[in-house]
């Protein structure tokens, strides 16, 4: 009864007895080297971890160099088709420019005051305009005139546009009035001499600026600058050397003009 009643008694919680400690940690531990006696130990393995997944690589588009090819011989050959019927429907029907002449002129209030190099004038001129192509007529378009001598433009006027049928003569009418227009002194000395003439003719030109275009049936061709040149025009002013006169063409009529594009 003495030996039992030194020992202690365990004490009684409802829980389980704790394990020893060699038992805590439930895994087997790692031999110590010496478990190894003639070799040395492995080397620690490497850890590896997984890859991330690589995106998917964006397949480049495939062209094909036949089919580019084929296409570009394709709007080759339409062009040069497109452009062989305009050349042979050009030549079929052979379009040509109109013939212009000036048929009269009438001056009024011509004044050139030689100490202020100014001039005064109003001109009436009329145009015969004919249409020589048989198969086509022609569109005018943004037509402008104008009066010069020399290089010294005197005055210009705006004319109306209009169509002309083939085969087909027409007459236009333009009117200039210039009013105080300065014009250089060897402008001034060319008038001069000319009025001193027996018949006082002075030498004008005329110009005429406009955009023409070809007609056949439905076919029509692109717009193109036209400008026509009337040169030395003569009218003769009466009076010449008065501050004011009038003139009138001089000369055979009409005044043939030469047209070009």
């Not at 030549?91 to 004044?111: C, D, K, M």
């Not at 004319?159 to 009418?173: D, H, S």
């Amino acid at each position: 009864m003495s030996s039992s009643s030194g020992d202690p008694k365990p004490v009684v919680t409802g829980y389980p007895a704790p394990l020893a400690a060699a038992a805590a940690y439930p895994y087997p531990a790692p031999p110590p080297p010496s478990y190894y006696p003639n070799v040395a130990p492995p080397p620690p393995q490497p850890q590896y971890y997984p890859r991330p997944y690589a995106a998917a690589a964006v397949a480049a588009p495939a062209y094909n160099p036949l089919f580019l090819r084929r296409l570009l011989s394709f709007f080759v050959a339409l062009f040069l088709l497109v452009g062989l019927a305009v050349f042979i429907v050009w030549l079929v029907l052979r379009p040509r420019l109109p013939e212009i002449g000036v048929t009269s002129v009438a001056v009024s209030g011509f004044n050139l005051s030689a100490s202020e190099q100014q001039l005064s004038a109003d001109f009436d001129l009329n145009l015969t305009v004919h249409n020589p192509n048989r198969k086509m007529g022609i569109y005018y378009d943004h037509v402008t005139a104008a009066v010069l001598y020399g290089t010294e433009t005197i005055s210009e006027a705006s004319l109306a546009p209009f169509y002309q049928e083939k085969g087909n003569t027409i007459a236009v009418r333009a009117r200039f009035v210039a009013v105080g227009e300065y014009v250089d002194s060897d402008a001034v000395k060319g008038i001069r001499s000319d009025q001193s003439r027996g018949d006082g003719a002075v030498g004008f030109q005329v110009t005429v600026l406009a955009w023409v275009r070809f007609r056949s049936g439905a076919w029509r061709t692109r717009w193109h600058t036209m400008r026509v040149y009337c040169d030395d025009v003569p009218i003769g002013l009466k009076n010449g050397t008065t501050s004011s006169a009038s003139g009138y063409l001089v000369g055979s009529t009409p005044k043939k003009c030469v047209a070009n594009l």
